[in-house]
Nanobody, 121 residues
């Protein structure tokens, strides 16, 4: 239901753009977000965008990362600039989606499969 892509290996100061496409029987998409998990650490929320484009970032990425969404394409983006070695992690997209269920609509949370971002020093 969620397919993430765009990760790779970059040098410090480089840029990457992550994408996450939602597919399937979707009525609508509510909140979306990017999480990351570095080796040996817990998964953390990096950036969040609500259905009305409310946006939040963790302090460590403010001014460097930009989250956006294209509702017509059911796609979430994360533009990452001025990358640092500490940004190295597997990045996951997450979304709350309303899908058809038992003749009605059900709210479900979905995770993408993760895309690896490696920033070399």
């Amino acid at each position: 239901q969620l397919q993430a892509s765009g990760g790779g290996l970059v040098q410090t100061g480089g840029s990457l753009r992550l994408s996450c496409v939602a597919s399937g029987s979707i009525v609508s998409i509510n909140d979306m977000g990017w999480y990351r998990q570095a080796p040996g650490k817990q998964r953390e929320l990096v950036a969040y965008i609500g259905s009305h484009d409310q946006i939040k970032y963790i302090d460590s990425v403010k001014g460097r990362f930009t989250i956006s969404r294209d509702n017509a394409k059911n796609t979430l983006y994360l533009e990452m600039n001025s990358l640092k070695p500490e940004d190295t992690a597997v990045y996951y997209c997450n979304a709350e989606m309303y899908v058809p269920h038992d003749g009605g609509v059900s709210s479900e949370f979905y995770w993408g499969q993760g895309t690896l971002v490696t920033v070399s020093s």
